[in-house]
Structure formats: structure tokens, C-alpha cells
């Protein structure tokens, strides 16, 4: 069974930081891209950040880059997005997701297609 658990939200004031976590199972984790996206009230889900699992290919929204970071533990099958000086417009709930491939799925970010697997998301709050 396919699982990914987004963890690690929170209340923050502005200009702090979180780090999220996604601990993927049930699918060879080196054969897949895997997301972060968010979804504020109101909004549609757009697409933060990807890495590319097989080549460790890299893709960012331009509302992030220089802020978010995102990495993964190969070995512990999972994928973290360091978010650093956060605005309260990134206030969403954050979902981490898996497309199998190399990251075309992720080229044009936020816009984004084609993702395979969604992990139930985890809240992000920055206050003002």
C-alpha cells in the first residue's frame, strides 16, 4: 500500500521557520518525484517544490525560491522542505505527493500535472 505522511506543521509567527517531513512507503522510492504542495482557503493547490528522486533534480515556485529548501534521506525514504523567513501568504495546509518519473511533473511550478500518489496534508500557520 502506497502511504505518504506529511508531518511537521504549525503555528509560526513571520518570518520564522518550519521543516516539514514526508515518509513515503509502499513504492520504490528512487524511481519517483516527489512534491510539496499547498492549498490555502479558498485558493486552488499549487505546486511548491519538487526533487527528483533519481537524479536529485531540484524545482521551486517562484514565491519560494531562496526560502524553501528541499531535500531528501534516500535511505529513510523520505523527503523534507526546509521553510525559512515565512510570510503569512504561505499560510496553507501542505500536502506532499509522488509522480513517478523524472520531474516533468514539476517544470512549470506552481503549476504542476500528473501526480500518482497524495498524502494527507499538514497545517502551516504564520501569524503576523
Known amino acids: 500500500e502506497v502511504q505518504l505522511q506529511a508531518s511537521g506543521g504549525g503555528l509560526v509567527q513571520a518570518g520564522g521557520s518550519l521543516r516539514l517531513s514526508c515518509a513515503a512507503s509502499g513504492f520504490t522510492f528512487d524511481d519517483y518525484t516527489i512534491g510539496w504542495f499547498r492549498q490555502a482557503p479558498g485558493k486552488e493547490r499549487e505546486g511548491v517544490s519538487c526533487l527528483s528522486s533519481s537524479d536529485g533534480s531540484t524545482y521551486y515556485a517562484d514565491s519560494v525560491k531562496g526560502r524553501f529548501t528541499i531535500s531528501s534521506d534516500n535511505a529513510k525514504n523520505t523527503v523534507y522542505l526546509q521553510m525559512n523567513s515565512l510570510k503569512p501568504e504561505d499560510t496553507a495546509v501542505y500536502y506532499c505527493?509522488?509522480?513517478?518519473?523524472?520531474?516533468?511533473?514539476?517544470?512549470?511550478?506552481?503549476?504542476?500535472?500528473?501526480?500518482?500518489?497524495w498524502g494527507k496534508g499538514t497545517q502551516v500557520t504564520v501569524s503576523s
Open positions: 505527493a509522488a509522480s513517478y518519473g523524472s520531474g516533468r511533473h514539476c517544470l512549470n511550478l506552481p503549476y504542476y500535472y500528473g501526480m500518482d500518489y
